[in-house]
């Protein structure tokens, strides 16, 4: 295939935008290459600036889950933007949103919208700190709620150690309120705990990891951070900023049948705009600002035309819920024909899956946490995903993402897919 088109765009992009992208893994440094600038999508399928067609797996990473265009969530969207586009005040929308959220999504009765995952999962955090009086909150290596300056945190010196930030701009003082433990791993979190008593406000996770490649907990691993958090007074916080209404109407909660406290969303919740939002009970909630304290605002927030497209989206997927079986399906028939097809070649490798979430991983240790995903072979991983893009499939263009499937994507599609994992070179 031809990009060139895209990159003569990347180089323009460079003069005006920092690193010619505005964020970092669309600029492909860790595959290698000019990234691909897209001129248009329809269902399953990419259109570049050079006239390509590629099969899309990261439905812009997630949110897409019905694919590109859909056109109902389309047709809400200009209808309101038809009536004004924002206006900083009440809509009657933003309150259809929210019922329906509730209704689908066990354990949480007020939700309040924000603009992005990031805004979601710090204002989440803030709420656990001002309910329950504490400072210090546990996450985990591979986790990523999003750039606000508590979770851009590396490993300290031990597992009972407070963490370093791994950003410049992130201070020492914010670290220290860090604590850093691996995923899988209960006994960590059980030595944090202990030698941080009563200090912990919450502990935050991504209950299915897609970070990381796609890494699901154990179940003694999940049910036991929900038993540790009841018992020391911990408000477990799940980041479903990528599995709320992707792997079932009610997200991981649903599907993993472990409680959250307070639940973060994004991604599909937005229909494809950008969205985020944080959700608890009555009585967490009403020690959010205007009710209670702890303050979190935003002009942005609950826009109409967000609001418009999630609620299309939602209700699309809570009147045929049939269609997280389909993404379900298609999610193991992929995971089936690229694996028979990496077997036939000789080329060690795992392949993690949850849903409609799955990812592959060059590595002959099972990926269960940040430290073993990390083994995988990057140089195999870059043959792996330019030789895809060669034959016109575009993968998330890093070794620690997650696919995330559409339900437009056809079997064809996957069947297309699978034969050019059989035709590359690795």
Known sequence: MIYKRSSALFAEAKQYIPGGVNSPVRAFKAVGGDPIFVKKAKG??????????????????????????????INAIVEKAQKGTSFGMPTEIETDLAKLAVEMVPNIERIRFVNSGTEACMSAVRLARGYTGKDKIIKFSGCYHGHSDSFLIQAGSGAVTFGSPNSPGVTQGTAKDTLLAAYNNLDEVQNLVSANKGEIA??????????????????????????????????????????GFRLGKGGAQEVLGVKADIVTFGKV???????????????IMGHLAPDGPVYQAGTLSGNPLAMS??????????????????????????????????????VTHQINRYGSMISVHFTDEPVVDFASSAKGNNDTFKKYFHGMLEQGVYLPPSAFESYFLNDALSYQDLD???????????
């Not at 600036?49 to 109902?72: F, Q, T």
């Not at 919450?202 to 036991?224: Q, R």
């Not at 919740?269 to 009585?283: C, K, R, S």
């Not at 297309?416 to 690795?426: M, Y």
């Open 44 to 73: 399953a399928y990419l259109y570049d600036e050079d006239g390509n067609k590629l099969i899309d797996y990261i439905a812009s990473w997630g949110p897409l889950i019905l694919g590109h265009a859909y056109e109902p969530v």
């Open 202 to 243: 919450a502990i935050i996770l991504e209950p299915i990891a897609g970070n990381m490649g796609c890494i699901v907990p154990t179940d003694s691993f999940i049910k036991g951070l929900r038993e540790l958090c009841d018992h020391e007074g911990i408000l477990l916080v799940f980041d479903e900023v990528m599995t």
């Open 269 to 283: 919740i937005g229909g494809g705009l950008p969205v985020g939002a944080f959700a608890a009970n009555a009585d």
């Open 309 to 346: 497209a999630g609620l299309a989206m939602l209700t699309e997927l809570n009147t045929n819920p049939n269609i997280f079986k389909s993404l379900e399906e298609k999610t193991a028939y992929l995971h089936k024909g690229i694996a028979t097809a990496l077997e036939s070649k000789g």
């Open 416 to 426: 297309d897919t699978i034969a050019a994992v059989e035709k590359i070179a690795l």
